[in-house]
Structure formats: C-alpha cells, structure tokens
C-alpha cells in the first residue's frame, strides 16, 4: 500500500488526524502461532522477528512479528479460554483480525473516526517504556475485523521499526535458522497492495460508505461498475482508497450466478460473518517471486490450460491500443508459472492468487506486480472463477 522507503506526508498530517500513513500491521488470529510462523516463513519467506509471550511478560497471549519488505504480520494466539481470540477461533478458524493503520495520532483519529459514525472496540491505550510509546485505539469495520490506529513515538517510530528496532514494549527480538535461509533465498514481497473484505449480500454499499463516512475513503478511481458482474463472476465488487490512495481495500459482496459465490462459500464457513478475503501482496518480480513460492511449496489456483490460447491477443491489443509496449517478461515462463495477466489503459499487472491458507476455504493472499495499471484483474474474472469453482467442486461446496 505504501512505498517502503519514502516518508509521509507531513503537511497533510497537521490537518487531518485522519491521514493514514501505512498499514503498521495486519494481525491474524491462529490457534497455534508458534506453528503458523514457521508455515509463512518457510513458505512465504517471512523472517520471524519478534515475540512476546508469557518469557517477556504476556500473560494472555503470544504474538509472533513476521517481516517482510514493509510488510508486518502479527499473528496472535490466546492463551486461555477466556481471551476473546479464543472464541474467535472457535468460529472462524484462522485468519485476519486487525487492518491495523500508523496514524499521527491515534487518540485524534480515534475521535475523528467516532464523531465521524465508527463504531469502538478498544479506547486508547499507551504502552510506553524508557524507549518510547505506542498507543493504539480501535474502530469496528465489517463482521470480526477491526482497524486499529498506532501512534509511535521514539525507538518505537515506525522508520525504526522497519530499520529493525523493537515492536512495542514487551516484544524481544528472535532469530530462526529459517531467516537466514529467507535473506539467502528471498520471495521479494515488498507491502501489502490491498485488503479485501467480503460481506453479506446487498450490504456492500452500506460498508463503500462506511469507509467513505468514517475514514474519508473514495471510490478508487479506476473502478468501473461495468465490470462488475460476468455470467462466472458471481462477485459485485468496489475499490475504496485512503485519501492519499495509499490504502486500498476492496469490498465484495456475493451476487446470483450459475453456481454458489465464492464469496458464499467463505461465508458460510465464516459463520456467516464477513471478514478479509485476501491480502495481495506487491512484488517488483512476479516471476521470480512464483518461482521462489512454488519451489517452497505455496498452493497456487490452477488455471485451465486454456487461458494462455487467449491472454496475449487480449492484454497485447489493449495495451497497442493505449500506447503501451506488450508485455515485457517472457511469455512462456509466464504460462509455465501459471500466473495471470491484465491490461488497462495505464499499463498491465501480473497477479496469482493462492489456494485458501487454512482448512478452512477463507483467507488466501494475492502476488501482484503491476507494471503501470492500477486496477485489479477484472480481465482475469472469468478464468479465475472457473479455476475457483473447480476447487470448489473438489470440496463439495458448489
Ligand atoms: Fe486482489
């Protein structure tokens, strides 16, 4: 969502409480955070960080920070019954809880976003040691998932972070011998390009204006509401952005089609509660980012073989119409990796989506590359719900 390197915009800042500077982190609740780390370490590529735990002072649960790039997983387990994770787990299995966004101060984008209508799950709370503070406070956004705010201040900033400092009080950092096989052998994710979130049928507009209302998000620019629906799509979908379109979270909703939505699907194994679909993930090499996936075992949506007879003619000629050069990576690699490509008027992308990451059909990530287009891969809708329903057919679910 963010540039990894670049800093934020201090003018706009002064003026809105608001503004949103980066995703700070995305934190999963797992029934076994010791064991998911090693899973998107060694199959994502993510160094395991940080922990805190009942050997650095916490009580109620374990969490473990995966890095990568800019990207910053937490992923939490309870450590008794009574922690609200617990029950989480019990009814949605693994999967994303928290969006959580570094703000200026969370506190002031607390307020805001009540005064603007949100709903409060966690008031504001500094954690603070000889080193600096953290302060998070959290808002309710679709089904189980929150946003929290994070303020950081001192060793705690969010540059210091990402250079290698601590998380926040109570984290110690932690090596693995996984870590350094990753720096050896990177997957090259570098940020988290967008959230998806899905919700019940007919309620996607109330949730377009809930991010439009609260957190002063528009209609990303680019989404065209023609493109919504395909005789396969059985998905209504709208892109909202941050002000800055730093933060991108699409939102679908389920529609009629020939068979039951995939969006139905997670649903229902979800107790019927939205939550986040996927997280795609940027790379600036989709190639080898596969490559390096698939060779440690990543499960990615196969694609009919089909797909590569018509790709070319359509991403080529949409990309000569608009002035663009065709698609520069080799083509037969492309289809020997079975990756998906899109084109619009701004340029293409390279995008493949994994196969759920739990037992559970729920949560899974996206690796995007984007090579001047902005959008999503509506272009890709009809083949990835072909590629979707198979899969679904496979689990009994269609
Ligand atoms: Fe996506």
Known sequence: MTQATTGPDLGASATDPLNLIDVDHVRFYVANAKQAAYFYAHTFGFRID????????????ADYLLTQGNIRLMLTTPLHKSHPAAEEI????????????????????????????????????????????????????????????????????????????NFMPVFRKIDSPVNAHNAKNPCGLKYVDHCV???EEGKMNEWVEFYENVLGFKMFKHF??????????????????????????????????????????????????????HLAMRTDDE???????????VDFLNLPDSYYDIVWDRVNSTLKSHGHDAVREDHDRIRDLGIL???????????????????????????????GSQSFGKGNFKA?????????????NL
């Open 197 to 199: 979130g899905n919700v």
């Open 50 to 61: 940080q922990l805190a735990d009942l050997t650095t002072g916490s009580r109620d649960e």
């Open 224 to 277: 065209d509401d023609k493109d919504i629906s395909t005789e396969y799509s059985a998905l209504m979908s709208k892109v909202m952005a941050s002000g800055n379109n730093l933060i991108k979270m699409p939102i679908n909703e389920p529609a009629e089609g020939k068979k039951k939505s995939q969006i139905q699907e997670y649903l229902e194994w979800h107790d019927m509660t939205p939550g986040c679909q």
């Open 90 to 165: 019990k009814r949605f299995g693994d999967g994303v809880k928290d969006i959580a966004f570094t703000v200026f101060d969370a506190e002031k984008a607390y307020d805001k976003a009540l005064r603007n209508g949100a709903e409060p799950v966690g008031t504001p709370r500094t954690i603070s040691d000889e080193r600096g503070t953290v302060t998070v406070a959290s808002i309710k956004t679709y089904g189980r998932v929150v946003h929290t705010f994070v303020s950081r201040t001192g060793e705690y900033d969010l540059p210091k972070v990402k250079a290698g400092a």
């Open 384 to 396: 990835l719900f072909e590629a979707l329903e198979l899969e679904q057919e496979r689990r009994g």
């Open 341 to 371: 490509v899109d084109a619009d008027d701004e340029g293409y992308l390279l995008q493949l989506f994994t196969k759920p990451l739990q037992d559970r059909p729920t949560l899974f990530f996206e690796i995007i590359c984007r090579r």
């Open 287 to 297: 190639l080898a980012s596969v490559a390096e996936l698939r060779r440690r075992g």
